[in-house]
């Protein structure tokens, strides 16, 4: 008798995992209006504004952000629809976005650690892809409000991952540590059969999250596997590789472990002193991230 083993794609797993979390957080409805009249092309400024006016928590952030050091704009915005006139509808998307994910994910006394460690590292990834955006070409090719949002949730399968499928994720902490120069991605490849880069791709599709971002999540440890998002995966896989280095939440030698690849240096035409200059910034740009938790993170 002749038996065909069907392997199973990692991607119809992450989906059956997916919808079998109950619980599984999601943005808020201010998110999804938001998305929902961008995809109008005859959307105004007034129409945001009235969908944040419903979320005072939401308007309150926006109007803290646009006037906090995190856009350093000159003069005082005092409305939120004068927020949104300002910094723009993609950005302010992007901003509910990224205030939204900070509280999706509780902390409880088992894993405040590694809760701690994980935003500390979302956090100096956007900062990067912010500031990367921004400097290539003048900021001709990446809009630098979807770089930033798309940094802050990369590794959001990660948080799945810890918060969700525990016993597993004890297993692939063990796995690391068993085997130190293994990246986190492996010990969940072994562990699960996919890892957090396809899990936090899939999660976005589930949010309705603009293609291209699901894409870079999905392919930001391998830019070079085909998808439709290359450079914008290249981006945040640099970007990954900057917050791991000159990062503000991790050790010396952890640090020295993440060099970038040359696969990235070529695609951009980096090269060593032009990314060591980008560190000296980088610095100054993580110090406005303690700003950007204080404000975004409230409750
Ligand atoms: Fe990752
Ligand atoms: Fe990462």
Request: aromatic letters at 8%; glycine letters at 6%; charged letters at 20%.
């Amino acid at each position: 008798m002749n038996t065909t083993v069907v392997a199973v794609k990692p991607e119809a797993k992450i989906k059956k995992v997916i919808s079998g979390i109950r619980n599984l957080p999601t943005p808020p409805i201010v998110f999804e209006q938001i998305q929902k009249v961008l995809n109008d092309p005859n959307t105004s400024v007034g129409d945001v504004a009235n969908i944040l006016s419903e979320d005072p928590a939401m308007s309150v952030k926006i109007l803290k952000l646009t006037n906090s050091a995190f856009y350093g704009l000159q003069r005082e915005i005092d409305s939120v629809k004068h927020a949104v006139m300002i910094i723009g509808l993609e950005a302010v998307r992007n901003l509910v976005l990224s205030a939204s994910v900070l509280n999706m994910f509780k902390a409880n006394d088992g894993n405040k650690e590694y809760h701690e460690v994980f935003w500390r590292h979302s956090l100096s990834a956007a900062f990067a892809a912010r500031l990367m955006a921004k400097r290539f070409r003048g900021g001709e090719i990446f809009n630098p409000d979807p770089a930033f949002s798309t940094g802050l949730i990369h590794d959001i399968g990660k948080m799945i991952i810890c918060c969700f499928l525990i016993p597993e994720h004890t297993k692939i902490v063990e796995l690391m540590q068993k085997n130190p120069d293994w990246p986190e991605f492996q010990a969940e490849d072994a562990v699960l059969g996919f890892n957090h880069a396809l899990l936090g791709k899939e999660l976005a599709i589930h949010w309705k999250l603009p293609v291209r971002m699901a894409d870079a999540i999905g392919y930001h440890h391998h830019p070079a596997e085909p998808n439709d998002s290359e450079d914008f995966a290249y981006l945040i896989c640099l970007c990954d590789f900057l917050a791991h280095a000159g990062s503000i939440a991790e050790d010396d030698a952890k640090a020295a472990r993440y060099q970038i690849p040359p696969a990235v240096f070529e695609f951009f035409k980096l090269d060593a002193p032009e990314i060591n200059a980008v560190k000296g910034q980088l610095m100054e740009e993580y110090m406005k991230a303690e700003t950007f938790l204080k404000i975004a993170g409230l409750n």
